[in-house]
Structure formats: structure tokens, C-alpha cells
């Protein structure tokens, strides 16, 4: 079992966001401490998720989910054009808006970055994964020295992330 024990008592946004700080823990060393390496200021109104000065990296784990980023209309629609629409053309509808959805929140949080204030944030890298995959991809298999494989990950994530049940 994956421990992820900070030094400071930390609460995550979401389970996932626990787990990319557990991984974050074990493959790159990086500690948890509020304020400082999570949920760190970067301007005056936002913070980052996860703070890797070593790295000079920004860390923001997001996951779109179309119905957050969409008006109520705007979402119905959708939700219409799939009764008309085969599933593989719905999915490749919905993933060409999760892809914009990533990437217009990536240059928000790079512009907000751009301009802040707070000393050394304008020039630190800034990754969004936006799944577990890439999350994997973009963060700890670049940046660890253990030669971790996309299925080790893919086995520790699912233990960190699914819940325990508990007697019936």
C-alpha cells in the first residue's frame, strides 16, 4: 500500500488529487506542505496544486468535465446532438471540447502565471495534466529516476484512488 503521510496535516481537493500527491511523494520526493509546495499562492486571487521548485514546475491536476465549463444551454445541446450523432462521432465530439477545455485552461492559469507578482512564478514551467494518463506521461514519467511503466502507475493509481468498502 502507497503511505503518503505530509508534514503538515494536507487536504486534497479529490481523491485523485491525493493520489498525484502520494505519487508525487514517492517517485519524485516532493513533500506536501500547504502554502509552500501545495496549494501555493502564484498571485494574489489563485494557487497552484503542486509546487516543484526543484523542477521549476507548476503542477495543476485537472480533469475537464464539459458540464462545469458549459452554460446550462449549451450543455442541453450536447446532450441532444447525442441522440443523433453514432457514439464514435459523440466521443470524438467530446473529446475534441475536453481538449479545448484543457488547453484554455491551461493559457488562463499560464497567463495569470505570466503576470504574478510573487517572485520566480513568472518563469516556472507549467504542466496541466488533465487525466491520470497524462498526469503519467507529462509529470512523473519525465521527471523520476526509477523507471516507472505506465501499467506499475495504472496499479498504484487505481489502489490510491478506489475506494475502500467497508463491512456490509
Request: proline share 6%; hydrophobic share 35%.
Amino acid at each position: 500500500m502507497l503511505e503518503h503521510t505530509p508534514r503538515f496535516p494536507v487536504e486534497f481537493h479529490s481523491r485523485e488529487e491525493a493520489a498525484c500527491a502520494a505519487l508525487l511523494t514517492k517517485h519524485l520526493g516532493w513533500d506536501a506542505i500547504n502554502g509552500k509546495t501545495y496549494q501555493r499562492p502564484i498571485s494574489t486571487k489563485h494557487d497552484a496544486d503542486f509546487f516543484l521548485p526543484e523542477l521549476n514546475l507548476i503542477v495543476e491536476y485537472h480533469p475537464p468535465v464539459i458540464k462545469w465549463y458549459s452554460p446550462d444551454s449549451t450543455f442541453s445541446r450536447l446532450k441532444r446532438l447525442q441522440r443523433t450523432l453514432s457514439p464514435h462521432e459523440y466521443s470524438e465530439v467530446q473529446e475534441l471540447l475536453t481538449q479545448q477545455i484543457s488547453y484554455d485552461y491551461y493559457k488562463r492559469r499560464r497567463a495569470i502565471m505570466d503576470i504574478s507578482d510573487i517572485e520566480g512564478v513568472n518563469k516556472m514551467r507549467l504542466i496541466v495534466a488533465d487525466s491520470p494518463h497524462t498526469f503519467f506521461r507529462d509529470v512523473l514519467k519525465p521527471h523520476s529516476s526509477n523507471h516507472l511503466t505506465f501499467q506499475h502507475f495504472k496499479n498504484e493509481w487505481n489502489q490510491l484512488t478506489t475506494r475502500k468498502r467497508g463491512r456490509g
